[in-house]
């Protein structure tokens, strides 16, 4: 703090002020006596469920799609690779309505891809698969970048040395690159599953919102905002806690 300017300080509790006051006054508006009852109905458990088990899957699925991605372009050169990080990227500046458009052009009834698959009898739009390919589509830029930072950080020097040695690209992989990328790894794919949990324009836009089904955390929050508003904060609560445990928990292993 000593080798920081003073007037920095104010700014810094302006900005501290700006995330956390939102945060507080909604937390001042909940209704405690009835909290129990408002977030264990039926329909908000079921959202609850399934938002943490698509946000999961999503994640899981950024991890095998992201860490190959992330080692791509930060390991390679050759023409057009910034025009492919700005591709993998786009996702970042889109607005979630429009990436839930695009993945209903390409995995819908009549679209790119979907079409060719409903002749086989499967049916992506509208249902949990879309929500997970929704949640990946929006969550998968997270763990690219913070992956292909990471390894741009650390740089090739043991990665060199391995290989020097004579060990094999795919052993430099696992027992060199994957181990110096862990940290960021694990900060990633919790980004990516907070990103996922939070998502709802592509959500709504692709999948619907068919309780039990499509309908998330978020979805069910923005459905109780007109009928219950009490209901809609208290989920909203909860969906914040849920978010701050999270990061919690990945922050104190990425520490430890």
Avoid at 74 to 80: D, E, I, L, T, V
Avoid at 137 to 158: D, H, K, N, Q
């Amino acid at each position: 703090m000593r080798s920081l300017p003073r007037w920095m300080l104010l700014p810094a509790l302006l900005g501290g002020l700006f995330v956390l006051l939102p945060l507080i006054s909604m937390g001042l508006r909940v209704q405690w006596g009835s909290f129990g009852a408002l977030v264990t109905s039926e329909s908000s458990l079921q959202a609850l469920r399934l938002s943490l088990q698509t946000s999961s899957t999503s994640a899981l699925v950024c991890v095998v799609l992201g860490v190959p991605m992330s080692l791509v372009l930060a390991r390679s050169s050759f023409r057009g690779l910034s025009l492919l990080r700005s591709l993998v990227l786009i996702p970042l500046v889109l607005p979630p309505v429009v990436g839930g458009i695009a993945l209903l052009y390409t995995f819908g009834r009549q679209g790119l891809l979907g079409q060719h698959f409903e002749l086989l009898g499967l049916q992506v739009a509208f249902s949990t698969t879309a929500v997970v390919l929704a949640q990946t589509f929006v969550a998968l830029p997270f763990l690219v970048i913070s992956l292909e930072g990471a390894l741009r950080t650390a740089g090739t020097r043991y990665e060199a040395a391995a290989a020097s040695l004579g060990a094999r690209p795919t052993r430099v992989m696992l027992q060199v690159t994957l181990p110096l990328m862990m940290p960021a790894l694990l900060s990633g794919t919790v980004l990516s599953f907070a990103r996922a949990l939070g998502e709802f324009g592509a959500t709504i836009t692709f999948a619907g919102s068919l309780q039990g089904t499509t309908r998330t955390l978020p979805l069910e929050i923005y459905l109780q905002r007109e009928s219950d508003p009490e209901a809609a904060v208290a989920l909203s609560f909860v969906l914040m806690i849920v978010a701050v445990l999270i990061i919690a928990v990945a922050r104190r292993r990425v520490v430890a």
